[in-house]
């Protein structure tokens, strides 16, 4: 595809809801990674994928947050029981590998209500 | 916890250089430093990335010290189109990962 794609580019859900979104990578990047911006914060950093496997998971919050690759290419981030405070941008980015520069998707705005 | 330190607003008059600069004093040896922006409600722009030399693209270029404690972003000549906030990132490394440590960034409006 030409650049990383992210759906929903918003959604709105209620508190103690489950939500998924979903990244499609650049193709061909086999690294693949998840950050969450706040309003007026840099992106803050959730995981790292190479491949299927998470290599780094380090940025999750908590164990309501987890994110799949099973194929090495899609990902998805999904969030159970959702509070306020989930509310945020979550953008995805990937990269041809770890060494090479990410590009970043348009992000998903997520409202937790 | 972010590696990088930028002044959180500047202004720039269309047509002159854009130099923005940013600290990152405790970089370690293999991390590299990378550029990017985010245009409002759009996701972070790569611009331009280095380790220990200066840097050129066509849309910038990168400055980095000799001890490489800090860096310079140029936008040689600044449009109306490059306002945006610039992120200055330590690329961290470790076991063959890899994630991007970003801060609050410097806050660029250029002037007509």
């Known amino acids: 595809g030409a650049g990383v794609s992210q759906t929903p580019s918003n959604k709105v859900t209620e508190k103690g809801k489950y939500v998924e979104l979903r990244c499609d990578p650049i193709?061909?990047?086999?690294?693949l990674y998840w950050y969450r911006q706040s309003l007026g914060q840099g992106p803050e950093f959730l995981i790292y994928?190479?491949?299927?496997?998470?290599?780094?998971d380090s940025g999750l919050p908590n164990d309501r947050f987890f994110a799949v690759r099973p194929e090495g290419s899609v990902s998805t981030l999904k969030i159970q029981r959702t509070e306020r405070g989930d509310s945020a941008v979550y953008l995805c980015?990937?990269?041809?590998?770890?060494?090479?520069?990410?590009?970043f998707g348009q992000g998903t705005r997520l409202t937790v209500v | 916890d972010a590696k990088t330190t930028q002044p959180p607003s500047m202004d720039c008059a269309e047509g002159r250089a854009a130099n923005l600069p940013c600290n990152h004093s405790t970089i370690s040896g293999n991390e590299y430093v990378y550029w990017y922006r985010q245009i409002h409600s759009q996701g972070p722009q790569y611009i331009i990335h280095g380790l220990k030399n200066n840097e050129t693209n066509e849309m910038a270029s990168l400055i980095i010290t000799e001890d490489r404690k800090s860096s310079t972003l140029i936008l040689p000549h600044a449009t109306l189109r490059d306002t945006a906030v610039y992120y200055c990132?330590?690329?961290?490394?470790?076991?063959?990962?890899?994630?991007?440590?970003f801060g609050t960034g410097t806050r660029l409006k250029v002037l007509a």
């Open positions: 980015a990937s990269s041809f590998t770890g060494v090479t520069e990410a590009f």
């Open positions: 994928f190479q491949g299927t496997g998470a290599a780094d």
């Open positions: 990132i330590v690329r961290v490394a470790t076991s063959g990962t890899y994630k991007y440590i």
């Open positions: 193709s061909g990047h086999t690294a």
